[in-house]
């Protein structure tokens, strides 16, 4: 049984306008290698992902548990200059964060938190990989259940071919 927990307060963020966020995302490959292989028997406790976003669907799945509206494809305006991707429009931010779903990079002008709370974007940070994770191992036949911790941390377990 594999342990995930995904903490939004550990994020280490740069103040670049353009940036991949959250740890390394080897990690992620790593842990999906390993569901898919059957080798669960480690748990992952307080560590930091970098998160790509690379799967709309699961970018439409953060935005769903998140009740933010759907995504938007095409080009967007940042205070930066035009980007083109999926957008999200996080609350009481200016401009929207915007995925390029092939390179990974996620785009966006927050003015170091005067245009948009970074808390904010952890938790779709967070969310995203929570859903990439369920995604991915439930293509794979594994069941996945979560529980929200106190702290505001999630903690995904996958059971390996079947039920939980």
Excluded at 55 to 71: G, M, S, T
Excluded at 157 to 162: A, L, S
């Amino acid at each position: 049984m594999l342990h995930r927990v995904l903490r939004r307060d550990t994020v280490p963020f740069s103040s670049f306008a353009s940036v991949t966020q959250l740890g390394n995302s080897s990690a992620i490959r790593a842990i999906l290698a390993s569901v898919a292989s059957g080798v669960c028997m480690f748990n992952l406790v307080m560590g930091t992902i970098k998160t790509e976003i690379r799967d709309a669907a699961a970018v439409r799945a953060a935005c769903d548990r998140l009740k933010l509206p759907a995504p938007a494809q095409g080009k967007h305006e940042l205070f930066s200059g035009t980007v083109e991707g999926l957008a999200v429009k996080l609350p009481d931010w200016v401009y929207p964060v915007v995925a390029d779903i092939p390179t990974g990079k996620l785009s966006f002008d927050d003015f170091g938190g005067r245009w948009g709370d970074r808390k904010v974007l952890d938790r779709f940070l967070q969310a995203y990989a929570a859903e990439k994770v369920k995604i991915e191992s439930r293509r794979k036949g594994h069941t996945v259940t979560e529980s929200q911790l106190a702290d505001g941390s999630i903690k995904l377990t996958i059971q390996v071919g079947g039920t939980a």
